[in-house]
Structure formats: C-alpha cells, structure tokens
DNA sequence: CAGGATGCTGAACATGCGTTTAGTCTGTTG
DNA sequence: CAACAGACTAAACGCATGTTCAGCATCCTG
C-alpha cells in the first residue's frame, strides 16, 4: 500500500556527480552519524575525495547541502501532504514511504546531533502537533488543554525524545534499519501510549491540583 | 534543604593521582562528551598526559573506570535512599543534590552514547518506575494498566527521551548546567504532563479499542 | 587548431589525537 | 650507600582525517 504512491526520490545512477556525491553523503550521514570520514562518502559515490572538496569546498558545506537538500524535500512532501488533506506527523509522514529512509535516518542524526536545523526540525513538529490537536479539539475527539502549546510542545519532545532514545539503546550495528525500528517501536510502546493518553495515568486530580496552586502562588526559590 | 544532607563526594584536593584523573574524566565527559582529547583530561587533573595512560593504560579503558565509579556512586544513593524510603526517579534523585550535577551529566552522557552502561541505566529505570506505578496502583493513586511492565518501560523511555531531547536542542554552548536545565525542563512540561496523566488526552475511547481489536486479531502484513 | 574552462584524480600536506618510549625524580628496602 | 620500584614527564611516533596541490582529460568557444 505504500510502495509507489508518492514521487519516488531521482536516486538513479545517473545524476551528475554533484548530486551522487550529496545522496551518498546523505546515506552515510544517516547510517553512520556525522563522524563518517569524506573518503568514505566519495568511496560510495564512486569519486575521488578530492572531487568531494571540488565541488563543495569542506565537510561543513557538504553537511549543510545534505541539509538543505532534505529539507526542501521534506517540504515537498509536506506541501502535497496538505493539499491531500493528510495530517500526521512529519516523521510518521515521511516513514511511511520505504524510499524515504535515508533521508529519515539522516533527520535522526540531525536531531541527535542538536544544532540549528534540530531546533527547527522540532519547532516544525511541535506546530503540527498544535494545529492537529487544535483540530481534534474542534471535532472533539482531543480534550481541551489549559495550555494548548506546551502541550503540543511536550508531545512532540516526548515523541521524538522517545524514539531517539529507543534507537539509541539498540545501536549495536553501524546501520540502522529505521522500518524495522520503527515497527518494533510501536509494537513495544503502542499500547501503553494508548492507553494513557485514553485513560490518563493518574486515578485522582490531586497531583494535578496542587501543582496548579503550587503555579499560582508560587513559594520562594530556596538560596 | 538539598544542601549537604547526603554524603558530599570526596572532591578535595588531596586525592591519590589516579583518583584526580578519574575525577577531572568524569567532569570533562559530562560536559565536553566522550570524545574530550586526553590532553584535557589531564591538564584539567594537573597532570601529563601519559602519567593517564599509565594508569589507565588506555582512554577506553579510564572510560571504564569513571563508569564504574559512578554505577558504585549511584548504588550507594540508591541503597541509602532504599534504606530511608524515599521513592523516585534516580534521575530526580540525583538531581536534588547539587554536589552530585557532574555526575548527572556524565550519566546524560552515557545515556546520549548508548551502548552498555545505557541499556543498563534505562533498565534500571524502568525497574523502578514500575515498581513505583505498581505501589501506586496498590495505593490506589495509579490507575491500573493492562501491561504494567510496558507503560513503564514507556514512561521511562519517556522521561529520558525527552529529556534527552531537551538538551540536545539547548546545547550551543560546550558545558550544560544540569540544575537549570532541569529547572527549565519541569517549568516547561509540568503542567501538560499532570494534565495529560491526570485527565487523559483522547476524548474516546475509539482509538484504543480499534487498537485492542487490531492486536488481537492483526491484519497480515502487506509484502 | 589554440586556448581556456570544467570535471576529476593521485599524492602529498597539516593537524589532532591516542599511545609509546626513554628517561628523571623520589622514596623504600636490603 | 646501592639498588630497585613506582610516580611522573617531555618528546616523539603512528594513524586517521580534512584539506590542498599539481596535473590530466575533455569539451566548449573563437
């Protein structure tokens, strides 16, 4: 159901060494961390290390075209998401198609490694899950929040936080098979996910409570 | 009140060479990372770079050694606070004494890295919030789950996760302070997170019970 | 065809880092 | 005191890796 639907991404083998070189960067990237030497990436390209250098000037440059590159993808396929009318989360999005995981394991190692594009990578998703809320809200499948972004905000770091810490427990191997770890993830974590989002966790509001009146007077800060 | 009611670490300046070395390691490889040059390491003990390797042969090795120290460190909390039955995260735990933040942030790190000492942490982890949902749930304070041993495993992975993630997306500067990161963390997330545990965040229960209908009968597998 | 731009390469260079080596200093022991 | 052991250091070695250099081939342009 999800094998060619969607554009399949020009990764045949004849594109102009400029773009072999950044879709090997890409994989590399993604499968061994941003710690892969040049060599290796232009070894997978079929270049030379020097042609690297050639046409991108240093490894920073190539990282940051690497970026930019996946970037503007994952706006194409979020701008025809839209206009399909599919809300999800970019990751699920994205995952969905088996011809996207390179360009998933390389965002992974984005937000593993933190730095700028982490930060916007999570403020996007932190807005997709606002507005998908906000919707549900609206239809009244989702409970109203007394802070509909923090919410958001706690979902998503929760979301990706979780999965980055499951893949890094299980990275023995040099490569990561994200289809794989994507379904043992929610065959492990669906469930209780589930269930406390449905059921909540608590049985009594008196955490809850005290914290709200813990906020609106707070005690002084000790020292 | 968090001041010096535990035992304070010994971090005086009269310590045996090796421990110095160990010591200087424990706190560049929290804040630096693992991949912190040994020169560092031992200018920052006061030492020569070799009298390190001299003691510990080699950088996996000294690795080894401050892992060891901080699990015996850890177990010594831990037991202590068993003793005097104080239940909670060992996280939070920790955390509460500010003598013990290069810790903390050596474990962040070990967490960051994956590997061995991780997966023994996250167990760790998981172990004890199960234990302390299952006495909630005794008490009555918890709701009850239908796999106990996987919501907690999810609420650990959870809480790491996100803290995980926190940090990572805060990190432009080389040292993280762990009490304001923490401090930020709770007055960020607290209220969604009691929010979202006390009342739930579906509205119905449709989801849940499509997903209980699918694991118990699942579809096949396309391909 | 001359000449230059472009794509590309093998080899070398420079640097950072883990580690080794050879040797010094100090204290202890017979 | 002689001899030895352990703590400790300066300097160098070896290796991986990012980057540069000098040159070769090919193709376009006048």
Redesign the pocket.
Known sequence: MSSATRKPPDREEDLT??ARIRDAAIDCFGQRGF?V???EIAERAG?????V??HF????NLLAACEDHVTRLIREVKTESVTSGDQQTILHQIAEAEEFAPYLAFLFRCLQAGGELARTLYERMAADVEAYLDAGVKAGTVRPSRDPRARARWLAANGAGTFLMFVTLREPGPDVDFRKVIREWTAEFALPALEVYTEGLLADRSMLDAYLLYVSDPPEESS
């Open positions: 060494a400029r710690n030497p040049v060599r270049v030379s290390p020097a042609l250098m050639h000037g240093t490894k920073a």
